[in-house]
């Protein structure tokens, strides 16, 4: 097969410090080109393995959600596999009492493939086919431009309670919407799959009239990255929660593409060797994170040195004015001769 994917995955947790605590799961087939996320509710216990359950099952052995019956059986199979791997041994009282629940997560599926014989309008492209349940998006892009976003497209979307697959049957399976996606993508394209968090900043973003450069993530290290959504936390623009997001490119060997050919982390190769970088590579995206970053010992620092400058300036001005005081009271003539 001439066609292929390259990747690269960025993650954070909700809680940098804590990243066993990570309820987000990803999962990659570059051999067959099937790719997904999933994203454990945290309020839930067990979410973390039973979104790591879905992703890695629905890459393995991807169910077709149209067909009810199918999925039903495909997602017994998972819920099984979920219950005897969990260990409730340790928990307390009120988690016990939660446990009946189950756990609860988001899950996106995307999968790429050739054209079965010759299809009208193909014109040397791929089918792309991507089914989803909650509020992980898939971001279509093509030349830089979005093609589409899936199945989100506007911010107050992601306002609502997610649709989420449950690991234990709640009698409520029937309720289950699935957003089903078909239609074609070609040699360059980038598929960005995200959680939750990340999908809905982009949507703002796009919102704005300031879309993210998605190509300038190819060359950013994992830190420059981490380092930026924590800003972008601290800024308020991007929610506090478990951040994953998966880029995909479609490459097809055929098809001489105009692509970015530096390694992903030559950048921070460089500016840990000294030389200079430059300033429209992968780290564009925080040239404003690296201003506004700073380490509480750093702003503690700061407070105490405009602190002083004011202090000082006081000093002077209260010198100032009591010279001026003095001078004008006695005057030269009632000052005691020396």
């Given amino acids: 097969m001439t066609m292929r994917f390259d990747t690269r995955l960025f993650t954070l947790a909700k809680d ?10 990803c999962c990659i ?3 067959h080109n099937i790719a997904a996320i999933a994203d454990g509710v945290s309020s839930s216990l067990f979410s973390g393995p039973w979104a790591a359950i879905l992703a890695e099952s629905v890459v393995a052995d991807g169910p077709d959600p149209s067909d009810r019956e199918s999925f039903s059986d495909w997602l017994r199979q998972q819920r099984a596999r979920w219950a005897a791997s969990i260990d409730t041994s340790s928990l307390a009282w009120f988690q016990k009492a939660k446990l009946p629940m189950g756990a609860f997560s988001t899950l996106l599926h995307t999968r790429v493939w050739e054209v079965d014989g010759v299809q009208a309008g193909a014109f040397g492209g791929y089918r792309l086919a991507a089914f989803a349940v909650g509020d992980s998006c898939l971001f279509q892009i093509r030349g830089g431009e979005l093609v589409r976003s899936f199945p989100l497209e506007t911010s ?17 399976d029937h309720l289950l919407q699935f957003a089903i996606l078909d239609e074609m993508c070609y040699p360059g394209d980038e598929l960005i799959l995200c959680t939750d968090a990340v999908a809905e900043w982009a949507v703002r973003c796009y919102a704005s009239g300031d879309p993210p ?5 190819w060359h950013m290290s994992e830190d420059d ?27 097809d060997d055929r098809v001489a593409i105009e692509l970015a050919t530096e390694h992903p982390h030559e950048h921070a190769s460089e500016a840990a060797s000294g030389e200079e970088v430059d300033d429209s590579s992968a780290l564009g995206w925080l040239k404003s994170a690296s201003k506004d970053i700073k380490s509480v010992s750093e702003q503690v620092a700061d407070q105490v040195d405009h602190a002083s400058e004011r202090v000082i300036k006081g000093l002077c001005g ?3 004015r009591t010279l001026k005081k003095y001078r004008e009271t006695f005057g030269k003539k009632n000052v005691p001769p020396e």
Wanted: glycine residues 4%; without cysteine.
């Fill in 156 to 172: 107050d979307q992601f306002e609502a309670d997610p649709i989420v697959l449950g690991s234990v049957d709640l009698k409520r």
């Fill in 318 to 320: 209260l010198k100032d």
């Fill in 16 to 25: 940098p410090e804590q990243p066993g605590a990570f309820q987000d799961a």
């Fill in 213 to 217: 450069a998605w190509n300038d993530f």
């Fill in 225 to 251: 990255w981490r380092s930026g959504v924590v800003w972008l936390r601290q800024e308020r623009q991007m929610r506090i929660d478990d951040a994953t997001m998966l880029m995909v490119r479609v490459v």
């Fill in 29 to 31: 087939d570059t051999e």
